[in-house]
């Protein structure tokens, strides 16, 4: 029987549909909510250009007034704001040694599209998880710090009860904001702060009857465990962790279509086949703007991600449905 190749496997027309709608939905499985994606958001990441201008309407502010028979009101004026997103492209190839074990299978080309779709969907996570990093470090340099709660210290070593994971720092951490408390429906924690978690009795499990499984909660809001969540040195020594606090909707979601989103390759002296994949895609902190200030190619890198000037509130802090918890464990 003849070896299966990648052109008798990918049909673009079959594979990038499926790959996207699979990212999508593992995307949504994963984080619960937290990730929005709707038409609007797609067309705006099919625009055209690597930034994306998202104007809203500003809340309406000034005191009430009284109603009289001879004073007319004095109209407010309406104003709106710029949210503006980057669009991400990324791409990446295999060769077909990497891919050997699914292409043998009964069904190649979803075999193939599945490993692709869980590529991405970790890739899009770490996308996710350093643009947070930036928005935190611009909210320390400039918003107060009024979405960050750092109770970690530099010597993680000699980190004491107080300086970790607790149901009392999440509450705090839960306060910044405001009376908007309740918008609150997941947590994203690094597996070292699961951990504890569940030594400390604090995860509670619920059916998941799509997944065939359990869901873990704490105060009633789902956690998402992923190691992409930040792990970085304490300073003098041990390290600390961020914890994320997420509303519903607070990441939007948009994919785009590169003009070439999938394609084989042959080496043909070598005997060799490549499949190369290429993705544009909107992963926004909703009422963050992205400034592109120090972006040195046609999108950001995570490491440009996560460099607070590229990034700048535009919502009021309780219209921005994000908050982070820094401990040393």
């Given at each position: 029987m003849a070896d299966t190749k990648i052109a008798d496997v990918i049909v673009p027309e079959v594979f990038n549909p499926y790959v996207w709608q699979r990212t999508v939905e593992l995307t949504r499985m994963r984080m619960g909510g937290i990730v929005s994606n709707d038409a609007e958001l797609n067309r705006l990441a099919e625009a055209g250009g690597s930034s994306i201008n998202m104007p809203f309407w500003n809340d309406l502010e000034g005191d009430d007034e009284i109603l009289s028979d001879s004073d007319a009101l004095d109209p407010a004026k309406i104003t709106a704001g710029q949210d503006k997103a980057v669009l991400h492209m990324r791409g990446?190839?295999?060769?077909?040694?990497?891919?050997?074990?699914?292409?043998?299978?009964?069904?190649?080309?979803?075999g193939a599209a599945d490993l692709v779709a869980n590529y991405w969907v970790r890739k899009q996570q770490s996308v996710m998880i350093s643009s947070l990093q930036g928005v935190f470090a611009?909210?320390?340099?400039?918003?107060?710090?009024?979405?960050?709660?750092?109770?970690?210290?530099?010597?993680?070593?000699?980190?004491?009860?107080a300086n970790l994971f607790?149901?009392?720092?999440?509450?705090?951490?839960?306060?910044?904001?405001?009376d908007a408390i309740n918008s609150v429906v997941g947590v994203g924690v690094h597996s070292v702060i699961y951990n504890r978690m569940k030594k400390l009795g604090l995860i509670e499990f619920i059916p998941d009857d799509e997944a065939k499984g359990q869901?873990?909660?704490?105060?009633?809001?789902?956690?998402?465990?992923?190691?992409t969540c930040k792990r970085v040195a304490g300073g003098t020594s041990g390290f600390k962790y961020t914890s994320y606090l997420f509303g519903?909707?607070?990441?939007?979601?948009?994919?785009?279509?590169?003009?070439?989103?999938t394609e084989d390759d042959r080496d043909s002296l070598a005997g060799v086949d490549y499949l190369i994949t290429r993705r544009h895609f909107l992963l926004h902190p909703r009422g963050i703007k992205f400034t592109n200030?120090?972006?040195?190619?046609?999108?950001?890198?995570?490491?440009?991600?996560?460099?607070?000037?590229?990034?700048?509130?535009?919502?009021?802090?309780?219209?921005?449905r994000i908050a982070g918890l820094i401990t040393n464990g």
């Open positions: 990446k190839a295999w060769a077909v040694n990497d891919l050997a074990a699914s292409l043998a299978g009964d069904d190649p080309i979803r611009d909210n320390v340099a400039n918003d107060g710090s009024d979405m960050v709660l750092d109770i970690g210290i530099a010597d993680g070593n000699n980190a004491a009860e607790s149901g009392e720092a999440f509450i705090d951490a839960e306060a910044t904001f405001g869901i873990a909660t704490f105060q009633g809001k789902r956690v998402i465990v992923d190691d519903n909707g607070a990441i939007g979601y948009g994919e785009g279509r590169p003009k070439t989103p200030s120090s972006v040195a190619g046609a999108a950001p890198t995570n490491a440009e991600l996560e460099a607070a000037g590229n990034w700048d509130r535009v919502y009021n802090r309780k219209m921005v």
